[in-house]
Every structure is written in C-alpha cells, then in structure tokens.
T-cell receptor, first 119, second 111 residues
Framework: GAVVSQHPSWVICKSGTSVKIECRSL??????MFWYRQFPKQSLMLMAT?????????EQGVEKDKFLINHASLTLSTLTVTSAHPEDSSFYIC???????????????FGSGTRLTVV | QKEVEQDPGPLSVPEGAIVSLNCTYS??????FMWYRQYSRKGPELLMY????GNKEDGRFTAQVDKSSKYISLFIRDSQPSDSATYLC???????????FGTGTRLKVLA
C-alpha cells in the first residue's frame, strides 16, 4: 500500500533556529501533500496544502513566512519552521493524496509525525 | 460551535467489550466520513470510510452514518488491548479533499 515516510520523528531545537521536516511518498507520486499540526488532546489542524511545482496554500491564521513549505518534486514535500519559538512546539504530521481506489474516502496516507520541541 | 464534535474520553473498557465511539457534526454538506486510529506519537491510519449514509462493516469494526441526525458511530466488537489508541473521526465535503477532524477519543481496553 501507499507509504509516506516522515523525518525526523522527533527534534529538539533552540529558540531562534530553523527546523526542516521532510515528507516523502515512497511508492506513489503525490501531487498534493498536506501539513497538519496537532496539540495534545486536540484535533489535527490543517496548516497548508502544497501542490508540486506551485506555491502552498495556507489556512487562515497560519504564517506562511514562518512555516515554509516546499514541494519541489512529486515525492517530496518539506516544512521548515523558521525562527522557532517554544510556542511552535507541537506534533506536525504530513499526509499525501494518493490515487487509491477509494477516492476521497481513502485518498490520504499520513506520515508518522514529527514531535518538535523548542527550548 | 465546532464543525465536528467528539468526546475526548478517556474511555476505559474491559477486554471483549463492545465499544461505541461517536461524532456529531453541523455541516450537512459532508459526504465522506472517515475513522482513523492513532497510536501515541504516530500518524493516523485509516480504519474505515463511508460515503453518504448507511453502515459499513469490516471485521470487528462497524461504521454507521445517520445524516438526518448528523451523527456517526464506530463500533468495535470483541475489543482487544491492542485496540487501545485514539480514534479520530474525519469528514469532508465531496470533491474538496479537505478533511475536518474531531478531537479524537482516547480508548483504553483493559486486559
């Protein structure tokens, strides 16, 4: 089945530094990838949608200059948290839209998530 | 009011029990209804999805959608300790591919 590899699984960084998170579709081409943020005991909140070769679309309230998304190829999307602050500490999850037979109902494969801690 | 409401739990049940997990929603345009399972510090994995109303069964899992009540359910029969996880419902308007997630219900199945 479709697999999405997300790295790193956890990262600790100092305030003011930048962190890059990678999301790769291993056995399929993902023209669209999504980035979510999840706080403890809260829902997944969609941050942005990235399409290969074009600019990402950010959800309302998400700072695009802080959360840089690049989708340079059909199998790789990256999220860079720039000038990280402790309030950016969260669980970040990517998902890729696949072309499975279920269509929209089963059309997403999620990565395993990245736990970011900013100290 | 949130578009999707889900009781966060935790819900503790003995092994072998039937588990009922539920979500309510306010957007009558939702057509796809998904249930995901998420283990601690992992990404969600799709359990089942339903298009429009009705029931769907897969092994020990049954998903139900009642669009008139804007209410969906996931039933787990013969629950096992390995079912202990957070269960998230998600919904989308057909054609948007934009999922709205519930907060998730944390389930603990006690051996």
């Amino acid at each position: 089945g479709a697999v999405v590899s997300q790295h790193p699984s956890w990262v600790i960084c100092k305030s003011g530094t930048s962190v890059k998170i990678e999301c790769r579709s291993l056995d399929f081409q993902a023209t669209t990838m999504f980035w979510y943020r999840q706080f403890p005991k809260q829902s997944l909140m969609l941050m942005a949608t990235s399409n290969e070769g074009s600019k990402a679309t950010y959800e309302q309230g998400v700072e695009k200059d802080k959360f840089l998304i690049n989708h340079a190829s059909l199998t790789l999307s990256t999220l860079t948290v720039t000038s990280a602050h402790p309030e950016d500490s969260s669980f970040y999850i990517c998902s890729a839209r696949n072309s499975g037979p279920g269509g929209e109902g089963s059309g997403y494969t999620f990565g395993s998530g990245t736990r970011l801690t900013v100290v | 009011q949130k578009e999707v409401e889900q009781d966060p739990g935790p819900l503790s049940v003995p092994e072998g029990a039937i588990v009922s997990l539920n979500c309510t929603y306010s957007n009558s345009a939702f057509q796809y209804f998904m249930w995901y399972r998420q283990y601690s510090r992992k990404g969600p994995e799709l359990l089942m999805y339903t298009y429009s109303s009705g029931n769907k069964e897969d092994g020990r899992f049954t998903a139900q959608v009642d669009k008139s009540s804007k209410y969906i359910s996931l039933f787990i029969r013969d629950s096992q300790p390995s079912d202990s996880a957070t269960y998230l419902c998600a919904m989308s308007v057909s054609g948007t591919y934009k999922y709205i997630f519930g907060t998730g219900t944390r389930l603990k199945v006690l051996a």
